[in-house]
């Protein structure tokens, strides 16, 4: 079963706007991580949150860890065109369990409209 | 930099038939993944290799074997197609493996296969 699962699965928003999504997992993790993914390409990594960390920033990308609650969000502000695409949380487990394993969410297809 | 480059990129095969994908990176890194994409399932992970010289299960390997010929490259086999295994299928390395902690995968563009 997926470790991560993202929420919304689409999201459709206005250029300019702020687009916020969430990751929600099951396991004690070592690491966080999102991923982007546009239309017929592979993933490429965005930003990593340790699980030592709550909050990490990289541009226009905000991301937020609780662990307790077992979820993180991700919030794109100010959003562009160039911006359409799916994203993807994975969760990195324990080195000494789960190796170098990442496990990856369904993915929440994020759509900004000109 | 090529980064992580797949082969073939399209592959159209019958039930039963066998094939290799590709996986080759420059990047000198220690792991290597495969995953398939299905809508509505996210990526699962098929096989992966920590290190030249070892390979490992992941979520999904019935029905496909590896090979970790080389640090450079990791290939993926399904020696007798079904149409269940009609997917896309992405491989990704890392630079750490085993016991380092976090890993950021880069990935190729995927190999989309089609079994009829």
């Known amino acids: 079963s997926q470790q991560g699962e993202e929420d919304p699965q689409a999201l459709s928003i206005q250029e300019g706007e702020n687009a916020t999504m969430n990751c929600s997992y099951k396991?004690?993790?070592?690491?966080l991580q999102w991923y982007r993914q546009n239309s017929g390409r592979g993933l490429v990594h965005l930003i990593l949150?340790?699980?030592?960390?709550r909050e990490k920033h990289s541009g226009r990308l905000r991301v937020t860890l609780d662990t307790s609650k077992k979820s993180s969000s991700l919030l794109i502000t100010a959003s562009r065109a160039a911006d359409t695409a799916s994203y993807f949380c994975?969760?990195?487990?324990?080195?000494?369990?789960?190796?170098?394993?990442?496990?990856f969410g369904e993915g929440t297809q994020l759509t900004v409209n000109p | 930099n090529a980064g992580v480059t797949q082969t073939p990129k399209f592959q159209v095969l019958k039930t039963g038939q066998s094939m290799t994908l590709q996986c080759a990176q420059d990047?000198?890194?220690?792991?290597m993944y495969w995953y398939r994409q299905d809508p509505g399932m996210g990526l699962r992970l098929i096989y992966y290799?920590?290190?030249?010289?070892?390979?490992d299960k992941g979520e999904v390997p019935n029905g496909y074997n590896v090979s970790r010929l080389n640090k450079r490259e990791f290939s993926l086999r399904l020696e007798s197609a079904a149409p269940s295994q009609t997917s896309v299928y992405f491989c990704?390395?890392?630079?750490?493996?085993?016991?380092?902690?976090?890993?950021?995968?880069?990935f190729g563009a995927g190999s989309r296969l089609t079994v009829l």
């Open positions: 990704a390395s890392s630079v750490h493996g085993g016991v380092s902690g976090a890993n950021v995968l880069t």
């Open positions: 396991t004690s993790i070592n690491n």
């Open positions: 949150i340790r699980s030592n960390e």
């Open positions: 994975a969760t990195g487990g324990h080195p000494e369990t789960s190796g170098s394993r990442l496990t």
């Open positions: 990047m000198n890194h220690n792991s």
């Open positions: 290799s920590a290190s030249e010289g070892t390979t």
